[in-house]
């Protein structure tokens, strides 16, 4: 038990769309993650997806709607809800999802999840 | 669906120790509330405790320790462990736990958490 530097765990990578598990939260995964560019579209099924921006800007797009979200807002995707992160700029988030869940909502094409 | 601006929410309120919910995710508040001086020491036995730090600073004192928690830093209390946060000056704190659990971890003294 002790407390966690986010900025400090963001440092210890360069990589983009590549979270990096911090911390358990009951039974979801704490991770910070620099996304940069664009993601694919996805839908996770079974679970909602937490996203906090720490730093920079990010868009989060919906099928019909398209939203930018910024330092110090937070964005949860409904389960269900087809949409994709995109940054133009590099852009720290703090995410939380149950564990195991692929990033991509494909378990077949989901990177792991190092552990710092 | 839309991005929830943090310090929006922290200004709609003044009250100290008083939990407001500002999202759902999956099972889970989230809620941000204010610290200010010292909460009773609790527990929770079926959940952890989730807390980031915005602004400012608490301590987060456990039976045997006490780790000074600061913006930008995670603490997570593990289920079962005896905790009280408190802070000196006040301090704002994204804090997420399963739905209807008591904030004192006792539902006879826990304060009702308002939704903004």
Redesign the interface.
Known sequence: ???????RKLNQFNSHWDPHV?????ENE?MVVKFQGDFPFHIHED??D?F?V?AGEMV?E?QS?S????A????????G?THRPRAEAECHV?L?E?KGVPNTGDPTTAAPKPRI
């Open positions: 038990m002790k407390p966690i530097n986010l900025a911090i911390a358990d939260y009951n704490v679970t909602d937490f906090l720490l989060m919906l709607e939203h930018p979200v910024r110090g807002e937070v964005f949860i995707v409904p389960k809800v703090l939380i149950p």
